[in-house]
């Protein structure tokens, strides 16, 4: 029911930018975060960058400097701007929603995952 809609990736010489958004639409009644994580091959999937409905930031140490994250609340997009980029920030990137999900008073979370979009830095 919910979806996430991911721009194009693409392939980017080192030193280059590149913006990646991602809307999100349906039934969405409070979200607790929106970012992005990003796997390249043989790794682990790992936070790139998320920002909470109150506005806390957090980017992974390799990242930080060059990359920013910023939400549109009332569109429910966010985006990240990635600038100065290396080969190894080469990966598929993945938008990431985290729900707020209130059962019986009992507060939980709910994730949801865009399909994800290649992002590849030449030298």
């Known amino acids: 029911q919910v979806q996430l809609v991911e721009s194009e990736g693409g392939l980017v010489q080192a030193g280059g930018s590149l913006r990646l958004s991602c809307a999100a639409s349906?039934?969405?009644?409070?979200?607790?975060?929106m970012g992005w994580y990003r796997q390249a091959p043989g790794k682990q999937r790992e936070l790139v960058a998320d920002?909470?409905?109150?506005?806390?930031?957090n980017y992974a140490d390799s990242v930080k400097g060059r990359f920013t994250i910023s939400r549109d609340n009332a569109k429910n997009t966010v985006h990240l701007q990635m600038n100065s980029l290396k080969p190894e920030d080469t990966a598929v990137y993945y938008c990431?929603?985290?729900?707020?999900?209130?059962?019986?008073?009992?507060?939980?979370?709910?994730?949801?995952w865009g399909k994800g979009t290649l992002v590849t830095v030449s030298l």
């Open positions: 990431n929603l985290d729900v707020v999900v209130v059962r019986g008073g009992v507060v939980g979370g709910m994730d949801y």
């Open positions: 349906g039934s969405i009644f409070s979200i607790h975060a």
């Open positions: 920002i909470t409905s109150s506005g806390t930031i």
